[in-house]
């Protein structure tokens, strides 16, 4: 397999020191509804997400796990608290702060998000399409080399129609990762893969984030993948109840 290495340095977005911390959360809260219907998810959440780190972020259904992941991810505007990605308050950020920070997260979902009409490359190149500095052809190379990079340089071509569910989580890697961002989300990328698939996108995931540098969150019910992480965090009822490394 093709590492990253092998992807033109140019998908680089920022020459600067990494930064030690990727996410910083203090006391933060949240609210879903107004008035007699408000109801809080999130609890005086404390945390720190470091450079290269892979976190797992585990709980039940309702825990408040997407909501954290959407937070982080500049999906979602957070209301108290302090929550900086990359050395921004994203809390009262405005718009297009938060565009800006998206531009250096990379997502990648359950359901994959692949849009049906486009093939493979397509798929991935569209996440280079933000970054505007990069010529058409130079986003074409870059999106063709991380595809052959995970392992699906015969399948450039295949529209998702033609692709498996392992094959398409794959391209969901690729699009993250093409413009090598500091921090992945990934919410439950294994729930709908059998054991053996699921391993291998999550050992792959791991192998190219780590290759970059960059920070990743898993969000996921998923117990086998649990010894892929630096760092479990466990959330119950929106609050944190454990946080380190499990045995």
């Known amino acids: ?38 109801k809080q998810i999130l609890f005086n959440i ?17 825990s408040g796990k997407t909501t954290l992941l959407t937070l982080m991810g500049g999906l979602r505007s957070p209301q108290t ?31 994959h998000n692949l849009l049906h009409s486009l093939t493979a490359r397509q798929n991935v190149q569209m996440s280079l399409e933000l970054h505007n500095h990069l010529s058409f052809q130079e986003m074409k190379a870059q999106a063709t080399s991380i595809l052959e990079a995970v392992g699906l340089g015969d399948h450039i071509d295949y529209y998702p129609k033609n692709l498996s569910g392992g094959q398409k989580q794959r391209v969901a890697i690729a699009r993250a990762l093409v413009s090598h961002p500091k921090l992945v989300l990934a919410d439950e990328p294994t729930a709908a893969l059998d054991s ?21 969150l898993i969000v996921t019910h998923d117990n086998r993948i649990l010894d892929v ?19």
């Not at 093709?2 to 006391?27: C, L």
């Not at 892979?54 to 309702?62: E, H, Q, R, T």
């Not at 608290?81 to 809390?91: M, Q, Y």
């Not at 192998?207 to 960059?214: D, V, W």
């Open 1 to 38: 397999m093709d590492t990253m290495t092998d992807i033109d340095q140019k998908t680089s977005i920022t020459n600067k020191q990494p930064i030690a911390k990727v996410v910083e959360i203090q006391d933060l809260n949240h609210f879903f509804g107004k008035g007699a219907l408000k």
């Open 46 to 62: 404390n945390l720190t997400l470091k450079t290269g780190e892979v976190v797992i972020l585990k709980g039940p259904s309702g």
């Open 81 to 111: 608290g302090s929550l900086k990605v990359l050395d921004t308050e994203l809390v009262r950020a405005k718009k297009n702060q938060l565009v800006e920070i998206r531009k250096n997260i990379g997502y990648i979902f359950q359901a």
């Open 196 to 216: 053996k698939t699921g391993r291998d996108v999550v050992d792959l995931m791991q192998q190219l984030a780590r290759e970059q540098g960059c920070t990743i």
């Open 229 to 247: 992480a630096d760092r479990i965090i466990e959330l119950d009822d929106g609050r944190i109840t454990f946080n380190g490394k499990q045995s």
